[in-house]
């Protein structure tokens, strides 16, 4: 808006006019008086001033504006008629007005002086705006580093807080921030701790790490600053996503004595199975020796309790058996001899070793699958291992239902042997636990016998053997557990 102050009504009149034909907005003061009021009151783009009016002069208003800070820097136009010499111009500008205008007014030329004026009020008012959302914008940035670096803080006063040793690295894997025990291992706080030369180098985890961005779990041996021995530490590392860019946060856990207490029990356990074992074998021998000794009707109640030792005997056999060959698993010496082999023999030797040693059980053997011919590559003793545990736990967790199947399937590049069981079957959420060793489901583990190592053996024969192992099932719908092995033989096999 353009404020026009001029004592005489026909001088606002006609500039008003003019103004209003061009589209300004405008308003008007008939003395300086009123328009300093206004003036403070409202926001003008420029002001038109008369020099000559009675009371207070446009100098003196112009004066006047220019002591506010609010107006100052409005631009002024004085119009007078009769001071037009040098002198009055000039103290037109030393008073803060930017232009002088001489009556009569030449329209065409007001309206030039007007319109730059007001074009240069609209330029500064832009300006002012984006210095505003400028200002604005730094001091946004600065609460968001502020906010940024208080979070740092409390993640760096968090870390040196565990009981762990506590790292942070970029995501091209440079280290920010370590706690003081990272000074255990290392002796800079730009480098890993060093590694045992058997393990597997962090950097190159690590990088594989970052650049898939998934996060990073390792057991691995680092050498302690003021030992020569090794400890072993679990490390993990995960990806924190920080404005858009994954940072990573790192944890050694010190695990050495949870690992050298796995490896005295594995010790244990090897010893003591094979230990078991060599007695147990002479029982075995000798109860068979006695039973042909005695030939004993089969329906006298001695014949019952010998056939009854030998049962035993033969389930103690099974269980040490498994024993060694967890131990044997653990030190990476399951030997696994691979020929081709018949699978239909030995589906069949498995089937019938498993129908001799349950010869109580009234559940039906039923086939399904016809694999006869069929030739596959590898452990005939071990993979009939895998089966007969399958179908003894058939007969365990299915006891007192009315069959048992065992299916084989030929498909494009393998077979599928399967073993399908209609008894208590394993809630949903559990079984992808139970080929883990030791592992029994809760819920059954009371009213069954065993130490859940069988299907972590099976898992690991077929596993050597390239194929899957697997099951399906759900709580009280029984169970079908699975093995697949690849069809392909080795070329010179053929
Ligand atoms: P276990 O000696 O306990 O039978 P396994 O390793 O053979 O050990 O089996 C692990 C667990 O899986 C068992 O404890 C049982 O809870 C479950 N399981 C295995 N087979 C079956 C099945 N056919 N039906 C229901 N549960 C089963």
Redesign the pocket.
Known sequence: MILIVDDNPDNIYSLQKLLESKNFKVDTAHSGEEALKKILKYNYALIILDVQMPDMDGFEVAENIAGFSKTKETPIIFLSAVNTDKRFITKGYDSGGLDYVTKPVDPDILMLKVKTFYRLYEQTQALKDIQQTLEMEVERRKQAQSELRSKVDYLHTLLESLPQIAFTCDHLGNIGFVNGRWFQFSDSENTFPQTHPDDRSITAELQESLESGKPLEMEVRVKKRDESGYSYQLLRVWPILENGENNWVGTFTDIDAQKKAEKEKDEFLSIASHELKTPLTSIKAYMQLLDRKLSLDKSCAEAKYVGRVQDQVEKLNSLITDLLDLSKIDNGKLGINKKVFSLERMVQNAIDSIVQTHDQSNMELYRRGDISGLMVYGDEIRLEQVLV??LT??Y???AGTEKVIVDCSVMTDVVKVSVI?F????PENKLSE?FEKF???EE??FD?????????ICSEIIRSHQGTIGVE?SAGK??T?YFTLPLNLPTDAK
């Open positions: 545990n399958f736990n058939a365990k967790y299915a069981d008894g208590i079957g394993i139970v592992y029994r489901v059954t583990s069954f016998q065993g130490l859940g190592i069988g299907l972590y099932s029984g169970a557990f």
